[in-house]
Structures are given as C-alpha cells and as structure tokens.
C-alpha cells in the first residue's frame, strides 16, 4: 500500500511539473510575439524587422504547447456515457377502447424507455452526441433498439453562430425538444402529443444566432425531413418544399435578483406532402390526408431561484399555447380507405381545420429533495376542433439523488361527447434513474 502511495505521489509531482514547464513556455512564447509586434510597428533596422509569418509561427508553437496542455489527462479523447432508465407503474379506471389511450386500462407497468448516451469533442472546432433509445411497444410490451439522437454541433462558428445536423429533436416550444424521462410531470402534455407528435424528432440542419447585443436573445431555425414521431411521406421524389422548416426566437429578462421570465415564439411549416402518418380514419368512416402543415407557439417560464438556498427552494410556473392550422384531404364516404377500395369517388375535397391547444403547470420546491405541482392540459383535436380533451394532474416529486428519483402523480381526462370517449382516472408511479455521465440531466423546466 505504502508503495501504491508513493507511486502516486510521484505521478502527481511529474504531472504538476509537466504543467509547470508548459505554463513557462507559453508565458515566454507570447513575450516574444508581444515583443515582435511591437517591434513591427516601430521603425526599426532591417535587420529586425518581423515578418507576419514570423508572429504567424510563433502564435502556432503556442497553439501547440496549449493543446498539449489540454491532451495530459489520461481519459481525455475518451467519450461521456451514460444510461438512463424509465420504468411507469400505473393503474386507469378505464380500459384502452373507452379512452383512446394506447396503454391498456387497469393496472399496468410500462418500462418507457432505456437511453443510452454517448458523447465528445470531435476536434477543437465541434462536438459529436448520440442518443440509443429502446422504447417499449405501446400493444406487446417489447423493445426496439433505434438511434434517436445522432449529431454533430459546431463549437467554435464566427459571429455567435452554432450549427448542428443529423438526427436531433428540433427546438419549438419549451418542452418539445426533452426527453420524456426530464420532463416535470410523468406524461407529455396533450398539446405537443395532438400537434408536434411528441418529441420533435428531425433529420435536418439547425443554425442558432446569439446576436451581438446586451440583452439575450437566441433565434433558432432549422430543415428536416420531419418534425415529430409521424414520418412525412414525400412519394416517389421529395421536393425542397416537401421538407420541413421551423424556427424559435427567444429572450430573458431578470426581473428581479431572485425572478427571471423567460419567452418565445415557435413556428413550423410543412408546405407539401403526400400525407403524414397515412391515412386518419375518422370515427364517422370518413378519411383525412394531411397536405400541408403548419404549427404556431407562445410560451412563457416564470422561475423563482433564490441567490441563497437555491437548491431548497424554487417555483416555476410554465405555459405553452399551441395553434395547428393543417390543411388536409377530405374523404367524406371513406373510399379512399383500403378496406373500402382505395379510390377516388368524386367526392373528396381540401380545406384547413385549425385547432388550438394549451398546457400550463406550476411546480414549488421546498427541499432539495422534494418538490409538488399542478398541470392543466386542454387540446382541441388536430382533425376536428370540436373535438376538445381536458386533464388535470397534481403530482409530487421525490428526487433521492440526482440520479434517482421517483415521481407519483393523479391525472383525471375528460373528453367532450364529440370524442365518443370516456373520461377516466389514473394513477401514476414513474421510477427513472441514471448512471454515468448524462448531459440533459433533471433541470427544473
């Protein structure tokens, strides 16, 4: 043991003196540019003068010795990884074919997802990050293995410039590009489920700009070749207008040492498509194509954090209104349903139906280790406006550590008699947890 020790301390000293000898250089080196650029602008004999190539290599020798710097740590190239578990525990008054849920009524235990995420620097100039998901099917229970996050994002763009492409959840909204498991509430709020299509998965571009200016300000636009869970289908061949496109400008204000608001408006746009998630058999036999998409929304986050105690204590109340405004193919006999055909009858006919939706929620922290809140969803069918679901859910929070937690929460839907739904009551107990390295982490959102 005594051995161990005094081997350690001789790699610590060895290490401390690598440091040490690289700090020197640096130090000496940037003298003998400061000292060449003074000189370059001073009349001097020929015999001094400094060429830029001269400064040009010496800034490169300091480069050199900084990365170096950098590279010591034996684990440095090595990637972040992390793994994350949801597992949801739960019991609905109703069974499936009463609320339209894709969960079976009763009780049930639903392993969500497990997540496996990998991330590192690629090089000085970007980051690379993938996210493997196993999500459990809704009817048989059995996980599939997908890719749903795979992309690289720039680190070091000019003029406050960040681009990222692959596979990602786009940014629309407050809570559509996270994860299920770091959400603040077990469920995903009926709005983003009926409009974004949960998470707003996309295989595109996304280009942020922090402009120049005091106040913060963050603008995000992107392209995909979809937006959410439900694939567009772009026939044969995709058309640029076929693709995707949205974009969020967003701000923050302190109001106060201990209150921050933040806002922002989210826009989505699908000009063309042959459909999106097939063909929408509606209650009534007819069929809806989707042709055109187009989504809009307002959210807003009021946060207290304290300078003092902040990790004891906390309020946040969030809110999102959401407006789809789609344009879609009717089908009033349903001939275009394959059961009945699959064919034109005459009677089809485009027109738009808009909907609105909205989620609001407040959570209050008074331990580091519990917190309670209240959501309130309403959302008008993407399909048929008068087609209207409410959900109240209390719930409470047990973080045991900050990779573990419990959450138990009560949610009572009610749908309107156009629906031919039922309403229901239901029970939830959420256990996730995570191990290694996770860079989204529990925030309070």
Same mark, same amino acid.
């Given at each position: 043991m005594e051995q161990l020790k005094k081997q350690l301390q001789e790699l610590k000293e060895n290490l401390q003196k690598i440091q040490q000898q690289q700090r020197e250089q640096i130090e000496a080196l940037q003298k003998q540019i400061e000292a060449l650029q003074k000189a370059a602008g001073t009349n001097q004999p020929a +015999?001094?003068?400094?060429?830029?190539?001269?400064?040009?290599?010496?800034?490169?020798?300091?480069?050199?010795?900084?990365?170096?710097?950098?590279?010591?740590?034996?684990n440095e190239f090595n990637p972040s990884i992390g793994l994350v578990g949801e597992t949801v525990f739960s019991y609905r008054s109703r069974g499936s074919d009463q609320t339209g849920s894709d969960r079976p009524g009763g009780f049930d235990v639903n392993q969500r997802s497990i997540e496996?995420?990998?991330?590192?620097?690629?090089?000085?100039?970007?980051?690379?990050?993938?996210?493997?998901?196993?999500?459990?099917?809704? &009817?048989?229970?059995?996980? &599939?293995? +997908?890719?749903?996050?795979?992309?690289?994002?720039?680190?070091?763009?000019?003029?406050?410039?960040?681009?990222?492409?692959?596979?990602?959840?786009?940014?629309?909204?407050?809570?559509?590009?996270?994860?299920?498991?770091?959400?603040?509430?077990?469920?995903r709020p009926l709005a983003?489920?009926?409009?974004?299509?949960?998470?707003?998965?996309?295989?595109?571009?996304?280009?942020?700009?922090?402009?120049?200016?005091?106040?913060?300000?963050?603008?995000?636009?992107?392209?995909?070749?979809?937006f959410g869970d439900d694939p567009n289908n772009p026939g044969a061949f995709r058309h640029f207008r076929e693709m995707n496109f949205w974009g969020r400008l967003s701000t923050y204000f302190d109001l106060t040492p201990n209150w921050q608001?933040?806002?922002?408006?989210?826009?989505?746009?699908?000009?063309?498509?042959?459909?999106?998630?097939?063909?929408?058999?509606?209650?009534?036999?007819?069929?809806l194509t989707e042709r055109e998409r187009r989504v809009a929304g307002l959210d807003l986050k009021l946060s207290y954090v304290p300078l003092q105690n902040n990790q004891f204590?906390?309020?946040?109340?969030?809110?999102?209104?959401?407006? $789809?405004?789609?344009?879609?193919?009717?089908?009033?006999?349903?001939?275009?349903?394959?059961?009945?055909?699959? &064919?034109?009858?005459?009677?089809?006919?485009?027109?738009h139906v808009g909907s609105l939706g909205?989620?609001?929620?407040?959570?209050?922290?008074?331990?580091?280790?519990? $917190?309670a809140g209240f959501l309130f969803d309403w959302v008008q069918n993407?399909?048929?406006?008068?087609?209207?679901?409410?959900?109240?859910?209390?719930?409470?929070?047990?973080?045991?550590? /900050?990779?573990?937690?419990?959450?138990?929460?009560?949610? /009572?839907?009610?749908?309107n008699a156009v629906s031919g739904l039922r309403s229901d009551d239901a029970v939830y107990l959420?256990?996730?947890?995570?191990?290694?390295?996770h860079a989204h982490g529990w925030q309070q959102r």
């Amino acid at each position: 043991m005594e051995q161990l020790k005094k081997q350690l301390q001789e790699l610590k000293e060895n290490l401390q003196k690598i440091q040490q000898q690289q700090r020197e250089q640096i130090e000496a080196l940037q003298k003998q540019i400061e000292a060449l650029q003074k000189a370059a602008g001073t009349n001097q004999p020929a +015999a001094t003068t400094v060429t830029p190539d001269q400064i040009k290599r010496l800034n490169e020798k300091v480069d050199q010795v900084v990365e170096s710097e950098k590279k010591v740590r034996p684990n440095e190239f090595n990637p972040s990884i992390g793994l994350v578990g949801e597992t949801v525990f739960s019991y609905r008054s109703r069974g499936s074919d009463q609320t339209g849920s894709d969960r079976p009524g009763g009780f049930d235990v639903n392993q969500r997802s497990i997540e496996l995420n990998i991330a590192a620097s690629v090089d000085p100039f970007a980051k690379g990050y993938a996210v493997i998901n196993a999500s459990a099917d809704s &009817a048989t229970g059995e996980a &599939a293995l +997908a890719v749903e996050e795979a992309a690289l994002q720039t680190t070091s763009f000019p003029w406050n410039l960040e681009l990222k492409a692959g596979r990602f959840f786009g940014e629309f909204g407050r809570l559509g590009y996270i994860h299920d498991h770091e959400l603040p509430f077990v469920n995903r709020p009926l709005a983003l489920d009926q409009y974004m299509g949960g998470e707003t998965k996309t295989d595109g571009l996304q280009l942020n700009w922090l402009p120049p200016i005091s106040h913060y300000v963050s603008l995000t636009v992107g392209l995909g070749d979809q937006f959410g869970d439900d694939p567009n289908n772009p026939g044969a061949f995709r058309h640029f207008r076929e693709m995707n496109f949205w974009g969020r400008l967003s701000t923050y204000f302190d109001l106060t040492p201990n209150w921050q608001l933040e806002g922002g408006v989210s826009g989505l746009w699908n000009p063309k498509t042959e459909d999106r998630a097939g063909l929408l058999v509606q209650p009534s036999g007819s069929t809806l194509t989707e042709r055109e998409r187009r989504v809009a929304g307002l959210d807003l986050k009021l946060s207290y954090v304290p300078l003092q105690n902040n990790q004891f204590r906390g309020f946040t109340w969030g809110t999102e209104v959401l407006y $789809s405004n789609n344009r879609y193919l009717f089908d009033p006999d349903g001939s275009l349903d394959p059961a009945n055909g699959g &064919a034109l009858s005459g009677d089809e006919f485009t027109d738009h139906v808009g909907s609105l939706g909205l989620y609001s929620y407040a959570t209050y922290k008074w331990h580091r280790q519990w $917190s309670a809140g209240f959501l309130f969803d309403w959302v008008q069918n993407a399909q048929n406006h008068s087609d209207q679901t409410y959900a109240y859910s209390p719930y409470i929070t047990w973080a045991l550590s /900050h990779w573990n937690q419990l959450r138990l929460q009560y949610t /009572h839907t009610a749908h309107n008699a156009v629906s031919g739904l039922r309403s229901d009551d239901a029970v939830y107990l959420q256990w996730a947890w995570i191990i290694g390295s996770h860079a989204h982490g529990w925030q309070q959102r």
